[in-house]
């Protein structure tokens, strides 16, 4: 069986991060680790094939090379998983769909074509799927029925099929799962609210798997919120940094946690001794009420600005999320997460205003209200709510260009980077020495040229760079990457005012038409 592995392409988003990527040389941010789990729990007598669409498109020969298509796809991923679909089917394949968007929407990839819907978690659907094939069963559909597997029984991914020199980093999991019940997300609703994880020798064989291929660069957790089993994880690092000292620390860590993270100073630490050196948090609002109306409860126990700066002082660069659009949320919920950013001196925020995604708490609570504009829900940045808010939606919109558009300020983004590098930790690994790579050269001089001569904000670049070699000596390469991430934040807040603005001149436009055509009713009646 040859099975030909088609990951879709992502459109521009805040993770896209083109402009940095180029600096580097490289294409994608991070691969496709579900495809190259599913190709790892298939049978190993198969033959694989993986193509990656974000690198490069599938040839006319990857389509005739094979007997079996098989696509796993994200919201986000929507056009081109159901286009890809299509194009296989003209060519007469067999297709087989799974993953996150499937999974919550079924029926899109069925009407597209697809042969079998492989949904839920791989480890209990995959097998069932390969049983149908060897049945000669044309098509199925193949559900766990509410089950979660043990994943200490998940096979080490094939990365052997990635082609590394296109990604920036690669992706390990060690966790599904989160014990939160935040109303808009989904995790739990895929995963579940009790997280499962890896034994530390599984992440261990995968890590080897990788230094044994040659990479040498990050690896990011992509666990939705790493610390969920605090226990478990603790064991992880402890194992996990006498394995980076002894490999003499090739990988560099990031990850997602919850804010919690900041109230337990061992597993910090236990972070920095491992090479993990930034943490994406799910910080959404500094409104306490909107808060507790989404049930983020974690988020409001103690103050998010000392939490976000405990984190920081430890070592690790915050990363943080915001989201406007939640139920009673007063005017100037922008203008408030642009302050929070600044106080809090949190360099890059991905931002976005709050989407329903199917069959999460929010989604079910908004369908029995009536309240559901289309059911696209999506969480890219250029997407109007799929929701009616409770207070205008054009207001929401205006608000949120203005706030991202303020948030990657070239002024006020090196300020606020500068502000955290500051008081950032100093790392606790201690890295041998080695040359940097004409890539790393090449891209230190773009930046410097860039952001050190051609724009009007040279003098502070140049300010807050030599003040951080001073200042905090032990962070200036890492400060000096952050400062290059507005090279795509720049070109990319251009397209979220625009594409947003034209949304909304096409909302308001139908608004008035709706209006026009309900006087309109009465009139004729009258006459």
Request: aromatic share 12%; hydrophobic share 45%; charged share 25%.
């Amino acid at each position: 069986m040859r099975v030909l592995l088609v990951y879709p392409l992502f459109p521009k988003t805040f993770w896209s991060y083109e402009k940095i990527l180029e600096l580097v040389n490289r294409k994608v941010l991070l691969p496709p680790l579900g495809l190259v789990t599913v190709a790892a729990i298939l049978p190993q007598e198969w033959e694989f094939k993986l193509v990656d669409r974000n690198i490069r498109f599938v040839t006319e020969e990857d389509w005739a090379w094979a007997d079996l298509v098989i696509l796993s796809a994200m919201i986000v991923q929507k056009v081109d998983l159901l286009e890809q679909i299509r194009e296989a089917k003209r060519r007469g394949k067999r297709v087989a769909v799974g993953g996150p968007y499937p999974t919550s929407v079924p029926c899109e990839a069925t009407e597209a074509g697809a042969d079998y819907l492989i949904l839920d978690e791989g480890e209990i659907t995959l097998p069932m799927f390969v049983e149908a094939i060897q049945k000669g069963e044309t098509q199925g559909i193949f559900r766990s029925g509410g089950e979660k597997p043990d994943v200490t029984s998940t096979p080490v991914p094939r990365f052997d099929l990635l082609e590394f020199d296109a990604y920036d980093s690669m992706s390990v999991q060690f966790s599904r799962g989160c014990p939160f019940q935040c109303e808009f997300c989904d995790i739990i609703v895929l995963y579940g609210r009790k997280p499962r994880t890896k034994t530390p020798a599984q992440l261990l064989a995968e890590l080897d798997y990788l230094y044994e291929l040659g990479w040498r660069r990050s690896v990011f957790m992509v666990d939705d919120n790493f610390i969920g089993n605090k226990r478990n994880v603790k064991l992880l690092l402890k194992e996990l940094k006498v394995w980076q000292a002894e490999h003499k620390y090739p990988f560099r860590f990031n990850t997602e946690a919850s804010i919690d993270l900041a109230e337990d100073p061992e597993l910090m630490q236990l972070m920095l001794e491992c090479y993990f050196d930034a943490v994406f948090v799910g910080i959404e609002t500094p409104d306490e009420e909107s808060l507790q109306l989404t049930k983020k409860f974690q988020n409001t126990r103690s103050s998010l600005i000392d939490a976000v700066q405990t984190i920081m002082r430890a070592g690790l660069r915050p990363m943080a999320g915001f989201i406007i659009g939640f139920d009673g949320e007063k005017s100037g919920a922008g203008d408030r997460i642009v302050r929070f950013a600044e106080l809090a001196a949190i360099p890059s925020t991905t931002f976005a205003m709050l989407q329903a995604l199917p069959h999460t708490a929010l989604w079910n609570r908004l369908e029995k209200e009536g309240r559901m504009r289309n059911k696209d829900g999506n969480i890219n940045q250029t997407t109007l709510m799929n929701f009616i808010p409770t207070r205008p939606l054009e207001e929401i919109a205006r608000e949120y260009v203005e706030a991202f558009w303020q948030l990657y300020d070239p002024k006020l983004f090196l300020d606020r980077t500068y502000r955290c590098f500051l008081m950032m930790g100093a790392p606790v690994c201690k890295l041998p020495f080695k040359w940097p790579s004409w890539v790393d050269v090449r891209a230190f001089l773009i930046v410097c040229w860039r952001q050190g001569f051609k724009r009007n904000t040279r003098w502070i670049f140049w300010h807050h760079l030599f003040s951080i070699i001073k200042r905090n000596p032990a962070v200036w390469e890492h400060y000096l990457t952050v400062c290059a991430h507005n090279e795509h934040f720049l070109e990319y807040r251009q397209i979220v005012r625009d594409e947003i603005e034209a949304q909304v001149a096409e909302f308001l436009a139908n608004e008035a038409e709706h209006k026009l055509n309900e006087a309109e009713v009465p009139a004729k009646l009258a006459s």
